[in-house]
T-cell receptor
Framework: DTGVSQDPRHKITKRGQNVTFRCDPI?????LYWYRQTLGQGPEFLTY????????KSRLLSDRFSAERPKGSFSTLEIQRTEQGDSAMYLC???????????FGQGTRLTVV | SQQGEEDPQALSIQEGENATMNCSYK?????LQWYRQNSGRGLVHLIL?????REKHSGRLRVTLDTSKKSSSLLITASRAADTASYFC????????????FGAGTQVVVTP
């Protein structure tokens, strides 16, 4: 499968714990995006990488959130000291061209209890 | 606030009928994209229409774009139960690395 893959698909964690999600984009795509989606809403932009450089972060991304793309390939999104409000679907997408078609992974659904 | 706003929020139709949903946006764009999302899954790209195009077809999908009204429509013809999903329009922010701005979507239910 050469699409965008995300791991894990589901994560249940207790409030205050740290969680880390992984995204493997399509191999030739140098652009990688993270989005967050809550029930009944469209995805909201979190952060953007071009190769290994994190070029933009949304104000939604508090200090508890950090994302990396160390070698310009896979990316990780870490949430520290999780809160119930962090419960959402976290989506990763990659693209080849700026403003072009984005390819999304299946998402990681986070539930904070 | 989100760039795209879809209308209606929900649509229920029977198999074989056509489904039409609309999207309005606020700022100038270089393209507009439509995505589909099945429940609990990721988004799948359906079609991209550029700002200099007025209409585009892909299979049973027809998209129109009216830049003067800042609106787009997605028509699904001869709908099937498998078309049941949420549909989102998205516009890439031209001054911000092409990040997509989504509306809240239209939830379409197609009953057999």
């Amino acid at each position: 499968d050469t699409g965008v893959s995300q791991d894990p698909r589901h994560k249940i964690t207790k409030r205050g714990q740290n969680v880390t999600f992984r995204c493997d984009p399509i191999s030739e795509h140098n652009r990688l995006y993270w989005y967050r989606q809550t029930l009944g809403q469209g995805p909201e932009f979190l952060t953007y990488f071009q190769n290994e450089a994190q070029l933009e972060k949304s104000r939604l991304l508090s200090d508890r959130f950090s994302a990396e793309r160390p070698k310009g390939s896979f990316s990780t999104l870490e949430i520290q000291r999780t809160e119930q409000g962090d419960s959402a679907m976290y989506l990763c997408a990659s693209s080849l061209e700026v403003s072009g078609e984005a390819f999304f992974g299946q998402g990681t659904r986070l539930t904070v209890v | 606030s989100q760039q795209g706003e879809e209308d209606p929020q929900a649509l229920s139709i029977q198999e074989g009928e056509n489904a039409t949903m609309n999207c309005s946006y606020k700022t100038s764009i270089n393209n507009l994209q439509w995505y589909r999302q099945n429940s609990g899954r990721g988004l799948v790209h359906l079609i991209l229409i550029r700002s200099n195009e007025r209409e585009k077809h892909s299979g049973r999908l027809r998209v129109t774009l009216d830049t003067s009204k800042k609106s787009s429509s997605l028509l699904i013809t001869a709908s099937r139960a498998a078309d049941t999903a949420s549909y989102f329009c998205a516009t890439p922010k031209t001054d911000s690395w092409g990040k997509l701005q989504f509306g809240a979507g239209t939830q379409v239910v197609v009953t057999p």
